[in-house]
């Protein structure tokens, strides 16, 4: 993992400067780009003994051994999930003429867009892909796209006839969610060429992206309905090709049985990989709790600027924007500050999209499980785009079915992105920032909203303690609390200090010097 990834080498730099001073719990550390490091591992014991048994390295060293045993064998069978995909469309070049069947009316359609605002988004997808072009966009009415050939008898031969005249053409991308293997099948044998739905596109560019180890499982999973539906159709073909028995050298099996049964098989596996990772990540965020790290997660409609936002509230030089979609497959952090010198992660996650298949977004829910456990969520807008309202829609459904805590919800930031773009732009929400990420405009209140926001969600306080400097109270703040200014006095050997301290630690501060004096900010 490259710079900005999540921090385990922060946490356990954190751990150790805890323990060097023997405090129980972490003192935050300067913001600073979240670098990789080996992920944190209990120490191993040897079977039969209990907590309280006395135990060394070497009488652990079977138990290491047994534990890299299993390691490798977990790595072997991760590879093995991981191995080429048979649906990866390949790196070839690919000269495609986007189609989108524009619905005239019934529930199907929008009303909060155009067919035109859709096919440029269909359009943006194929750009997003490299030695992918788009050779000719065409919008065709249709009365029911969930028929056999998706549009009526005359449109589909005025259309046939339209690819069939786009010079070297070797995909269609038929905008639309999944066609099935049957439509599919039809398609194709008319217009000579594969056929891609939105469904197809999208985990194409998903697994293009996928970087992790995690979110190359999780576009694994995402395949399985795609491969059942490429069997179901393989299978029709064969027994109209042939016929004859199904069953596999006399054992009684079918052969659709077999690949179906593999297939659940290779689907419990990756969820396995899955699990395990997850749980390997909630080990993590507790560790992570335990130095009372705030934690923002950035959200928002893909590429409406969540890393660019991101790169200026923390001043990370090693992010790289990209102007694509979905550019951002794998959850990273990156540590900022607040104006009162709170250190915060602010958390950039997948990007959303108006249609996005809902077996993808099932396959993704392992990542985006980590924004229910935020302190607060920062909602990013586009405002610049056509279809703004449309995708805050998209946004906030994806947010609700994710089963988020309520308040999580309810004091989410809204952030209005790219107003340089709109002159003497003003947001009709009451509540959002106007925000212009690129050019660093409404970034300081939008960090004072965020730092309001925190000290709500977290129970934090920020306070002025009189100390006496040959006590012990400077020291335990600065173990249990983040220091923001000392104020010496020193004609009488004390001390007037500020510091951002939690409930717990608050609570305990008073219990240990019940005569100091504590004045609220």
């Known amino acids: 993992m490259g710079p900005g990834r999540l921090s385990w080498s922060l946490l356990l730099r954190c751990r150790r400067a805890a323990a060097a001073l023997g405090a129980p719990r972490c003192r935050p550390l300067p913001a600073r780009p979240l670098s990789a490091a080996a992920p944190l591992r209990a120490p191993l014991r040897p079977p039969g003994t209990g907590s309280g048994a006395p135990w060394n390295g070497a009488a652990g060293a079977g138990g290491d051994e047994e534990e890299e045993e299993e390691e ?22 690919q000269r495609v003429a986007v189609v989108h069947p524009a619905v005239k009316w019934g529930p199907q359609k929008s009303p909060l867009t155009t067919a035109e605002l859709q096919i440029a988004e269909a359009v943006a997808l194929v ?28 449109n589909f031969q005025v259309l046939t006839e339209k690819i069939k005249k786009l010079p070297h053409v070797t995909a269609v991308f038929l905008n639309m969610e999944r066609i099935s293997s049957l439509t599919k099948k039809e398609l194709e044998g008319a217009w000579g060429v594969p ?4 469904y197809t596109v999208v985990l194409h560019i998903f697994r293009c992206n996928a970087r992790t180890k995690e ?38 099996e079918r052969f659709l049985e077999i690949q179906n049964r593999v297939l659940k098989e290779r689907e419990f596996k990756i969820r396995n990989a899955l699990e395990k990772l997850r749980r390997k990540r909630a080990l ?39 102007d694509q979609l979905f550019a951002t497959l794998d959850i990273t952090a990156h540590a900022g500050y607040l104006p009162s010198h709170m250190p915060v992660i602010y958390v950039d996650t997948i990007g959303f999209l108006t249609d996005l298949p809902h077996n993808l977004v099932e396959s993704f829910s392992a990542t985006l499980e980590e924004v229910a456990y935020s302190d607060l969520i920062v909602h990013v807008r586009d405002v610049t785009h056509p279809e703004t309202i449309l995708q805050k829609a998209t946004v906030l459904s994806v947010l609700r079915n994710l089963n ?17 773009l709109i002159e003497r732009y003003k947001p009709t929400e009451e509540s959002a920032l106007a925000v212009s990420a690129l050019h660093g405009h409404g970034l ?25 400097l040959e006590g012990p109270q400077l020291s335990w703040l600065y173990k249990e609390a983040t220091v923001q200014e000392v104020e010496v006095m020193p004609e009488d050997g004390t001390a007037r200090v500020k510091v951002i301290i939690g409930s717990s630690a608050f609570g305990r501060y008073k219990n240990l010097f019940p005569n100091s004096e504590i004045f609220m900010s």
């Not at 056929?195 to 939105?198: E, F, G, P, S």
Request: charged residues 25%; proline residues 5%.
């Open 404 to 420: 988020l805590p309520s308040h999580l919800l309810d004091s989410m930031v809204e952030v209005h992105n790219k107003v340089d």
């Open 444 to 468: 300081e209140e939008l960090k004072q909203e965020i730092e309001k926001k925190i000290l709500t969600a977290t129970g934090k306080k920020i306070l002025t303690v009189n100390i006496n």
């Open 127 to 154: 750009d997003t892909l490299q030695n992918w072009t788009v050779l000719d966009k065409i919008i065709i009415p249709t009365k029911n796209p969930n028929k056999k050939f998706v549009f009526g008898k005359g």
């Open 195 to 198: 056929v891609y739905d939105r």
């Open 284 to 322: 993590l965020r507790t560790q992570r709790r335990k130095c009372e790290f705030p934690v923002v997660s950035v959200m928002g409609y893909t590429n409406c600027g969540k890393t660019t936002l991101i790169k200026a509230l923390t001043g990370e030089a090693g992010l790289q924007p990209k």
């Open 215 to 252: 979110a190359k499982l999780q576009v694994a999973l995402a395949e399985i309905p795609l491969l059942r539906s490429n069997l179901k159709n393989e299978m029709s073909q064969r027994d109209q090709q042939r016929g004859g028995s199904r069953y596999i050298m006399g054992s009684g």
């Open 72 to 93: 490798e064998d977990d790595e072997a069978a991760l590879e093995e999930l991981l191995a080429p995909s048979p649906l990866a469309l390949g790196p070839g070049a």
